[in-house]
């Protein structure tokens, strides 16, 4: 019982970085699977593809840091940096789940970022 207690304390430090990645990954998967289902699916292709690799991303960090890893840090640092090229990205599509997707990457890039520091 004492190390579920001293596992929940190693979290809680990083609980609002593992929150936004885990909705990060959602967001993406979301807009990757609505992007596909759009009129002109090409015009949608590279913003599927950074939107797939950016969830695939996002659950690893927040995995990691679930399971207090000594590689955390280094995989928030690349979270942030697909993070943000996936909002970039997102932003260039004038569609509700790319705005949507948008800020949550740019959310999860800013806790990353906070979690690294």
């Known amino acids: 019982m004492s190390t579920s207690s001293s596992t929940s304390l190693q979290n809680s430090k990083w609980q609002s970085c593992i929150d936004a990645c885990t909705s990060c990954a959602e967001a993406c998967e ?48 690349l979270c942030a940096s697909v993070c943000d090229a996936c909002a970039q990205e997102c932003g260039r599509h004038n569609v509700d789940h790319c705005k949507m997707c948008a800020e949550q990457c740019r959310r999860c890039a800013v806790e990353c970022r906070r979690m690294m520091g």
């Open 30 to 77: 979301f807009c990757a699977t609505s992007d596909l289902k759009e009129s002109d699916v090409k015009m949608m292709a590279s913003c599927a593809q950074i939107n797939r690799e950016c969830a695939a991303i996002c659950w690893t960090s927040a995995s990691l840091m679930s399971m207090d890893s000594q590689f955390a840090k280094q995989f928030c640092d």
